[in-house]
């Protein structure tokens, strides 16, 4: 691995210290570092600046500063490549970061020997049918979110599995989850939690207002289709992983499945699943 890309959140990486560390460590092993031109702009280093599209096409790694939310927006870029990605936590919560910062180099070293784990977590895609045209290539590796608007008290909905009728909801939202995301929003929602390298879809009602509307879980092979029959003009979102976002309003149709990408995301010291369960939701 000698193209190696490095994508941090600035916010979380005040004044880009980090990455500065990554670059100076990725010179030393002669590596070559990338950067978005922006990144690269405000370190006065133009010599690593690559388009973004490129970046995530043509690096043999990334590296992805900052917490699960930001890899998350890593993986959805990197999916039609499957480029693995290395996440160095700068948060608090890393279900999916391999290593805290204090350990990035040895993280590193370990990527560039070859002694690590590559995980490929199985996403979501989603398309919207809307009157007059539809939204495709929709990625996510956590969820699918239909929430409803700020003004709005209530979504009704009805939800298909592989266009067989399951039931029809009236709650402030649904979540659909991979198993990766089940830890996520899903949880906080009183979904179940599932085992990451399994090949199931949870649905969850969020704030469901009838005591019956509980989540069901389907096979990944399953086509879950969301019908929302908003009253009015009333407005909602469907969004990705809580970061892509589009507000409608109307009858629409939101179909969801397993995608054909993968986000590959690499493991230096894999853990027990219920270990890494048991010790970040302990916090």
Known sequence: MKKIGI?????????????KRMIQYLQQKDCIPRLTKPIAESLNMPQYAQEEEALYRESDLLISLGGDGTLLGVGRK????????????????????????????????????GQYKLERRMMLQACIATETKRIDGILALNDICITRGLLYKILEFNIYVNDEYVDTLRADGVIICTPTGSTAYNL????????????????????????????????????????????????????ADGQDAWTLTGKKVVQIKKAKEFTSIIKINPQSFYDVLRHKLSR
Do not use: C, M, W
């Open 7 to 19: 994508i941090p959140n600035q916010d979380k990486d005040k004044g880009l210290a980090v990455t």
């Open 78 to 113: 990197s999916a039609p490549y499957a480029t693995p990605i290395l996440g160095i936590n700068l948060g608090t919560l890393g279900f999916l970061t391999a290593e805290e910062k204090n350990h990035a180099e040895d993280a590193i070293d370990h990527v560039l020997a």
């Open 188 to 239: 906080s929602a009183g979904g179940p939690v599932l085992k990451a390298d399994a090949q199931i879809i949870a649905i969850t009602p969020i704030s469901a207002h009838t005591l019956t509307s509980r989540s069901i879980v389907v096979s990944a092979d399953d086509v879950v289709t969301v019908e929302i029959k908003p009253r009015e003009d009333a407005d909602f979102t469907v969004s």
